[in-house]
Nanobody, 129 residues
Framework: RVQVAESGGGLVRAGNSLTLTCTID???????VGWFRQIPGKEREAVSC????????YYAEFVKGRFTISIDSARNTAHLQMNDLKPDDTAMYYC???????????????????????WGQGTQVTVTS
């Protein structure tokens, strides 16, 4: 089993920034990593994914230009830099890892990660207006 843990959530005012950190106990050479979020009352959705082997990055439309995913392979950590946060970004944010074979076939799909991925417990982000 792959261990995944997130940190860095918190309470911020709109327009401010937060950086979330995800640590996995495996190499990014073997696993793609993704950030997902769940807004109360809504389905969990993909935010951003990174695939080290293919050097591909995915961003959901609603975060393009505001969020940036990055990897520190030496520390097996992934960061999600979130700038210009909006109240609509308020959600539980989850990090997940999935083997490259699945990522190659299904991409940054919440369904695929949910089915075969490894998930952290989540970190709450609350943005006030």
């Amino acid at each position: 089993r792959v261990q995944v843990a997130e940190s860095g959530g918190g309470l911020v005012r709109a327009g401010n920034s937060l950086t979330l950190t995800c640590t996995i106990d495996r190499s990014f050479a073997e696993y793609a990593v993704g950030w997902f979020r769940q807004i109360p009352g809504k389905e969990r959705e993909a935010v951003s994914c990174f695939n080290w082997s293919y050097a591909t990055t995915y961003y959901a439309e609603f975060v393009k230009g505001r969020f940036t995913i990055s990897i520190d392979s030496a520390r097996n950590t992934a960061h999600l830099q979130m700038n210009d946060l909006k109240p609509d970004d308020t959600a539980m944010y989850y990090c997940a890892a999935v083997g490259y074979g699945y990522y190659k076939d299904y991409g940054c799909s919440e369904g695929a990660f949910r089915a075969v991925g490894y998930w952290g417990q989540g970190t709450q982000v609350t943005v006030t207006s």
